[in-house]
């Protein structure tokens, strides 16, 4: 029996993964094997050395301290593209806003007074006259699981959309419409396209990525949408160019004080991903990450391990975190080897500085084996799991 530990209120489909028969979950147990997070700030929490992963259930993992989680060889799950529809959605939502003013059409109908409503409508709809979508230019900014969807479906409105995303995976390829125009550079997407979106992650590269030179390449007139991360925009130099009428309209997602109550800059409260729908998804596949973790050693989704799955061929599992150097591998097979221990399969995989293996095996690898594991310089963590209960 494992013990996971929520710090959050999470959706009980986590139970479909971390079923009452192999683990114990609550909001207070003691040294977990796996922490389940939404928002809460873990930075500072201490890692005891029971831990094995945190799972956060969202695509964000700013509150959770990725280095020393590397450090102490804890694994750490996010869950990219469960909340991809909600986001999604609310990225068409606020194309809508921005260009029919809608907002300002309602506050203006809420505050009308008399008995004749419907002709000061008449009278007054058209100083909140606004741009249909369809026939107009997008740029998406990255094309992960959210910027695919966000592509596709606008060109399913009759938008024009043009895709600029160095970094596109295979799979997200794939799953984008075939006539998506491609982008090679910002110079190249931003002037022709009234309207763009923001879709990736922030990291030390992207902070502030749109700064006062990129905002010089939009469009004159067009409408900024950022439902990342507020960090990458450079809001100083936003509010210069909304001022200026460079940039029309900024939607955000992410609101500060710099950009409350300014005109041309629409505020909304962190909706993205506030959905029963989304927090269902997030939730059910962090547990199932979680799981997969535990149970079998299995990394998917993990950002700071590699990405490393294979299906169990025996009865015992040896899966190890190490640096990424030279005949690690082969000292592992070899201690292995010494033991007795016969490698039904394997895999290794690395990530930067880091590596992690996974080897299958008939039969037991006893206490003293792993211990010689742990003490081969520059391996972090061993684990063996048993695969087969029938012979545990």
Known sequence: MQHILTLNAISDSIYEALTPDRYTVSNHEEDPAG??????????????????????AGAGTNNIPIEKCTEAAVAVF??????????????????????????????????????????????????????????????????????VMVANDAEAIGMRVFGYDPFISIEHAWGLSRTVCRAGSLEELLPRCGYVTIHVPLMEGTRHFIDARVLSLMKPGAILMNLARGELVDTAALLAAV????VARYVTDFPEAQLLNRPGVICVPHLGATTPESEENCARMAARELDEYLALGNVNNSVNFPQCVMAPSGSYRVCAF????????????????????????????????????????????????????????????VRTICLNPEVC
């Open 35 to 56: 922490i389940l997070v939404r928002s809460a700030d873990c930075r500072q929490r201490p890692i005891n050395p029971a831990l094995l992963a945190f799972a956060r």
């Open 78 to 147: 996010n869950t990219p593209g469960a909340n991809a529809n909600a986001v999604k959605e609310l990225a068409l939502c606020c194309m809508l806003l921005a260009s029919r003013n809608v907002l300002e059409g309602v506050a203006w109908a809420n505050g009308l007074v008399g008995d004749d409503i419907p002709l000061q409508v008449e009278q007054g709809k058209r100083q909140f006259v606004g741009n249909e979508l369809s026939g107009k230019s997008l740029a998406v900014i990255g094309l992960g699981a959210i910027g």
């Open 243 to 246: 001022e200026s009428g460079a």
């Open 322 to 381: 190490h640096k990424n150097v030279t005949n690690m591998v082969g000292q592992i097979a070899s201690i292995i080897a010494s033991f007795g221990g016969n490698i039904t399969n394997m895999i290794n995989k690395s990530r930067g500085d880091v590596a992690y293996s996974i080897l299958d095996l008939d039969n037991p690898l006893p206490a003293e084996a792993q211990r010689k594991l742990c003490a081969v310089e520059g391996i972090l963590r």
